[in-house]
C-alpha cells in the first residue's frame, strides 16, 4: 500500500557509523525505503533482521564510498530510541567524535572491532575489544557518548546493533578537532596504526 501523502521522509540518525543525510537513488522494498547508497530506512510497526537483510548489507558495504551499509530501526529522528544495524568493512574511516544523549551501545553480531575512547587531546583513555558471540570478546559494550570515541573493524567485515538515546539533534555530533581529514587517506592510516598500537585495553565486564 502507498504511504499517505502527509507522511514526512524520516531524517536519518548520525552515528558512530556516520549516517548520512542526503538522497541518492531513492528505493522502495516491501519493508524499507532506500533513500542513498549507505542507508535503508525501515518503515514498518514490527520488523525483524534477518539472514537475508544482514547478507544484503555485507553486500552492499563495499560499494559504498565510506564502504557500510545500514538499515535505519526508527522510523524518524523524533523517536527516543534510535537503533540502527550496519554492515562496515574493515577499511572504513570513523572521525573520532562526541555528542549528547544519555547513553549509546554497542552489540556485535558478526566480527570484530575496537572501540577508542580519547582525552581532549586525541590521547587514548580507554580501549575495548568487541567482538561476536563465540570470538572470547565482548559482544556488548554501553558508553556515554558525550566524550571522543571512535572504532576501528577488526575483522574483513563486521556488522553491529547500535542503539543510541534520541531525539536526534542535526549538528549535534561534533568531530574532534585533531581527527584526520576523511579526504586523506595517509594521515587516516597513520592514525589508525597509532591507534591501534595503544596497549590500554579493558576487558568490558567491568
Known sequence: ARRPSSHREPRHQCSIFHCSGHRMGAHRSDYADRVNDETIVNREVRFGVGPGLLEELKRRAPATPRRRCRVCLHGSAEAP???????????????????????????????????????????????????????????????????WHSAVVRSETAVLHEARTGPWVAGGDVVAPWAPAPSDAAAIAAWIGRTLETSHVRDGHR
Open 81 to 147: 530510541i534510535q537503533e540502527m544495524v550496519t554492515a562496515v568493512c574493515r577499511d572504513a574511516y570513523f572521525p573520532p567524535h562526541r555528542h549528547g544523549g544519555d547513553s549509546e551501545s554497542l552489540l556485535v553480531l558478526e566480527g570484530e572491532l575496537a572501540l577508542f575512547f580519547f582525552d581532549d587531546s586525541g590521547r587514548v583513555s580507554d580501549r575495548v575489544e568487541l567482538g561476536a558471540p563465540g570470538s572470547g570478546r565482548t559482544v556488548l559494550f554501553r558508553y556515554r557518548p558525550d566524550v
